[in-house]
């Protein structure tokens, strides 16, 4: 069983940054996927970026694209999301996740099969 850490989330006025992590313990092997997703209030889940540890592929959805940057620290199982330029579209609750591969195109929910507990992102006008 994975254990999930989050932190990071917060407010923030548009145009302004955050940074999430995640720490994930428990792996039992050395390649998978991470993936971060969000989901606002009404909508439906959506995949945001993900990286794979194996061989660093990436992928980002077109609307964070240029503004969002995820990356790996290996050895310490940890995966953030730096968020830049941040808009009122992007509030929403944002979910690490876990599986075993990340499309190059964007992070696919059923790709991954642990989940974290979630951390909010506001983004105010």
């Known amino acids: 069983e994975l254990q999930f850490v989050e932190s990071g989330g917060g407010s923030v006025q548009a145009g302004g940054s955050l940074r999430l992590s995640c720490v994930i313990s428990?792996?039992?092997?050395?390649?998978?996927?991470i993936g971060w997703f969000r989901q606002a209030p009404g909508k439906e889940r959506e995949g945001v970026s993900c990286?794979?540890?194996?061989?660093?592929?990436?992928g980002y959805a077109h609307s964070v694209k240029g503004r969002f940057t995820i990356s790996s620290d290996n050895a310490k199982n940890t995966v953030n999301l730096q968020m830049d330029s941040l808009k009122p579209e992007d509030t929403a609750v944002y979910y690490c996740a876990a599986g075993f591969f990340c499309s190059d195109t964007n992070a696919r929910a059923w790709d991954y099969e642990y989940w974290g507990q979630g951390t909010q992102v506001t983004v105010s006008s």
């Open positions: 428990g792996f039992t092997n050395d390649d998978h996927a």
């Open positions: 990286i794979q540890t194996s061989d660093g592929r990436i």
